[in-house]
């Protein structure tokens, strides 16, 4: 099979002749029918993030499945599935608790050689997943089966933007209709959390992003009013749309240090700051103890939309058919494997919220 492998930083993806290695006995094997660029993918890439090397790539992703492990219980060949960057087994500590964003497979899964190199050496998958593939071998924890007439390419912004940004609000804040929310940074997962903003409904939906493109994105998705931070006094523009009080949630997608704070003066006390974006490394968040414990806010991060992935990717579909999630609308261009690069490229300037790769016949 084809795929685009990572094997240095600063440097193009390789579309390699790869052979999937055997499947054990809690995997699965899933023929790609449509992955999505991530700005994860574009930071590896770049060498922000250090995964190991020979890697194939991709995280975000729709497919069929082909093939099953002796052990799988959950999923059969014939079966739609959207992967999901965070895997979830169900009976571990923290999914009994309620917690499956961080079920205690999360690093074991990423960790499986999966394919062999023509020469002979073997890559992993990013994220235990490898999407940018003809096919993937997987662990069914990394797996949800839907059934859906949604198409293929924007099924697979489920499997990590969408949740991320969507998730934050309706998982981890306490968003009431009527309610406010600011999301600094209106990329793929900041305009999910527009979106999911508007799903719980809140009355005033604030985007925040320097690009003039993502702004008008930010409005065609549901944003009620948008805010160029390089020309606007920010904190002030916030405070003139909801009565001086400030928002009553903020979402980070940004996650510098810079854009943290922000987020927190920019929502009202005992409101609540979610950061999705994920900070550099070694980079703190910094804040005036005294202030902080007098406004009662809550500071948090959301990891995967602290999604539990049996439940919500069935739910999100389900907003997407009854037109309360905009997915199409976050698919700004459809290319080949052959693509990846320039699509990634494209990706980093801003051009596209979302390219998506599409094989074959699938559903677009």
Known sequence: MRAAVFLEAHAPLAIEEVKLLPPGPQDVVVRVTATALCQTDVSVRAGKYDYGAPMVMGHEACGVVEAVGSAVTRLKPGDRVISSTAPCCGVCANCAAGRPNICV????????????R???SLATGLYGLGSFAEQMCVHEASLIAIHTALPDAQLALIGCGVTTGLGAVLNRTDLKPGGSLAAIGCGAVGLAAIQGARIAGAEIVIGIDPRAERRADALRLGASAVIDPQTENVAARVRDLTGGL???????????????????????QAGSVIVVGLPPRGETFTFDAWQFFLSEKRFSSSLFGSADIRRDFPKYVSFAEEGRLDLGGLVSRIITLDQVNEGLDALAAGEVIRAVIVHGAATN
């Open 118 to 120: 023509a020469d002979g």
């Open 105 to 116: 497979l999360g690093l074991a899964v990423r960790k499986p050689l999966r394919a062999r």
């Open 246 to 268: 400030g928002a009553d949630a903020c979402i980070d997608a940004v996650g510098l240090p810079a854009t943290a704070r922000q987020a927190y003066d920019l929502t009202r």
